[in-house]
C-alpha cells in the first residue's frame, strides 16, 4: 500500500501547557506512522508563544489559532482540503468537543475515542461549557453513524455503545507506555509514601488522597504524600492539605521531568486515582512500570488498566476510609504488598506502543477501504 496522507484533529499537540495523556497518545502513535513514511498533519488550537506551525516526532502541527477561532475555522479549512483531496483519511481525536467531521470532510474518517464527557464535564468546567460539550455529544450518534470508531478502553466502547455507535464499527486498541530508564527491584523495600500524578482538575478529585492519607497517619507515622502534576485544582488542594494537618508531609512537586516522576513513583508504596472518568488510565500502567500498585476508584477507563485484586486495588465509591483501608496492606510494605508489584510489573509489559500503532494503521485502512470513495492501491 503507498503511503497516506493522514489528517488528524485534535484541539491540542504536545507542545499545548495543558496536554495530557490524550495528547501523549497522539503524538505516540501518528509519529510511529510518519516515521514509517506516512505524511501526519495535525491541526491543533494555538496557545500563547506557540507559533503557527511546528514539527514534533515528524508530525506537522498546524495551529489554527485561539480556542474559539479553531473551532470556528476548523470545517471550513478540513472542507477545503478534502475537496483539493490533500488527504487519504481524517483521524478525529474524541476527547474533548467533537468536531463532527464527517459531515464535512469529504473524506474517509476514522474516530479515535479516548473518552466522553457525558456529566462528568459539569466536575470540570463551568455548568454552561459543560453543558454545551454534553449537547454537543448527543449528536454524535447521528452525525458518526457510518463512522468506524478505535476506543482506547473497553470502557469506552461500552459508552460509545450505549450512546447509540454499532459494535461492529468500534474496534478497541490499549494504548502503550514510555519504558521507564530506571529498573526497580519489585522486592526491595518501599517507604510509606502515597503518589498521585496527574493534572489537577476538579474532576480528578485528588482531595480523596489527602483525606485517605490523614486517616493513615495514625498507623503510618512516616507516611508522605507525593503529588505530582499542577493544575486548576492545585490551591483548592494545597489548603486542604493544610486544613487536614498533612502541610509538613505532603509535597507538591508541579511538573517534572519524566526522569524525576519515574524517581519519585518508583519510591512510592502506591498511587492513588480517585478520577471520576477516564479514558484508560495511562499513568497507571507507568505507575506498574515502576513496580508501583495503584489504588484507583472503579471508574470507566480505571478499570481496564488496573486487575482488581492483582495490580492494584479499585473503590466503588468516594469514601476516603475505604481508600485507606485498600491503601493500609500496601504500606506495611509485607508479601502481600511486594507479591502485588511483581503483577503490576509483569502486567505493565504487555502495553507497547509499536503494537499500538500497529493497530491504528490497520483501523485507518479499514476505514479507507469501507469508504465508498475509497483510496486507489
Known sequence: MKALRILVLNERDGDHPKAGGAEIHVE?????????????????????????????????????????????RLPLRVAAAGRRGEFDVVVECLNKLPFYSPLYAGTPVLALCH???????????????AAAVVAAERGIPWAYHDVDFLAISQSSRDDLVA??????????????????????????????????????????????????????????????????GRGADQPRLVDLARQLGLEARTRFTGFVPDAERDRLLASAA???????????????????????????????????????????????????????????????????????????????????WDRAADELLEAIEAAIARAPWGVDR
Open 28 to 72: 505516540r502513535l501518528f509519529g510511529r506512522l510518519a516515521a514509517r513514511g506516512h505524511r501526519v498533519v495535525l491541526r491543533s488550537a494555538g496557545f500563547r508563544g506557540g507559533s503557527i506551525r511546528a514539527t514534533r516526532e515528524g508530525i506537522e502541527i498546524v495551529r489554527d489559532g485561539p480556542l474559539a477561532a479553531y473551532y470556528a
Open 115 to 129: 473518552h466522553l464527557f457525558g456529566e462528568v464535564a459539569f466536575d470540570q468546567v463551568p455548568w454552561p461549557i
Open 163 to 228: 450512546r447509540g455507535i454499532r459494535p461492529e464499527r468500534i474496534r478497541v486498541s490499549a494504548p502503550g507506555i514510555d519504558r521507564p530508564a530506571l529498573v526497580v527491584d519489585p522486592d526491595a523495600p518501599r517507604r510509606p509514601v502515597l503518589a498521585y500524578v496527574g493534572r489537577l482538575e476538579a474532576y480528578k478529585h485528588v482531595e480523596i488522597l489527602l483525606e485517605a492519607a490523614a486517616r493513615l497517619v495514625p498507623l503510618f507515622p512516616g507516611l508522605e504524600v507525593l503529588v505530582i
Open 270 to 352: 502506591a498511587c492513588v486515582f480517585p478520577s471520576l472518568k477516564e479514558g484508560f488510565g495511562l499513568t497507571v500502567i507507568e505507575a506498574n512500570a515502576l513496580a508501583t500498585p495503584v489504588v484507583a476508584r472503579d471508574a470507566p477507563g480505571l478499570r481496564d488498566s488496573i486487575r482488581d485484586g492483582e495490580t492494584g486495588w479499585l473503590v466503588a465509591g468516594v469514601d476516603p476510609a475505604d481508600y485507606a483501608r485498600a491503601l493500609a496492606p500496601l504500606l506495611e510494605d509485607g508479601d502481600e504488598a511486594r507479591a502485588m508489584r511483581r503483577r503490576a510489573l509483569a502486567w505493565s509489559a504487555g502495553f507497547d
